[in-house]
Nanobody, 126 residues
Framework: QVQLVESGGGSVQAGGSLRLSCAIS????????MSWFRQATGKEREGVAAIIDGGSTRYADSVSGRFTISTDNAKNTLYLQMNSLKPEDTAMYYCAVRRRYLSAGYWRRAEQYDYWGQGTQVTVSS
């Protein structure tokens, strides 16, 4: 069983920054996908960013150039640096991992993930 615990959410004004953290039990190298998702009220959960097989990264078009996903393997922690935040970034943010190989093209499909954190709220005011 893998446990994921997110932290770092909060309330900021538009244009501000936040860094989310996800503490992952076990070795992060054991995870094929490590990703961040978000879910706004009344909307479906959407993939925001992913690290595939410990190397390549993927981003949703809506956050590309503003968000950066990274890991610290020594700390077994996944991060999401969020800059130039916009009100439309307001959502509950979740980290998720998939343990087994899958083509990178599926990273945005929530049903492909094995473990999820409990979420951390990000609110961006205009």
């Amino acid at each position: 069983q893998v446990q994921l615990v997110e932290s770092g959410g909060g309330s900021v004004q538009a244009g501000g920054s936040l860094r989310l953290s996800c503490a992952i039990s076990g070795n992060t190298n054991d995870n094929y996908y490590m990703s961040w998702f978000r879910q706004a009220t009344g909307k479906e959960r959407e993939g925001v960013a992913a690290i595939i097989d410990g190397g390549s990264t993927r981003y949703a078009d809506s956050v590309s150039g503003r968000f950066t996903i990274s890991t610290d393997n020594a700390k077994n922690t996944l991060y999401l640096q969020m800059n130039s935040l916009k009100p439309e970034d307001t959502a509950m943010y979740y980290c998720a991992v998939r343990r087994r190989y899958l083509s990178a093209g599926y990273w945005r499909r929530a049903e492909q993930y094995d473990y999820w954190g409990q979420g951390t709220q990000v609110t961006v005011s205009s």
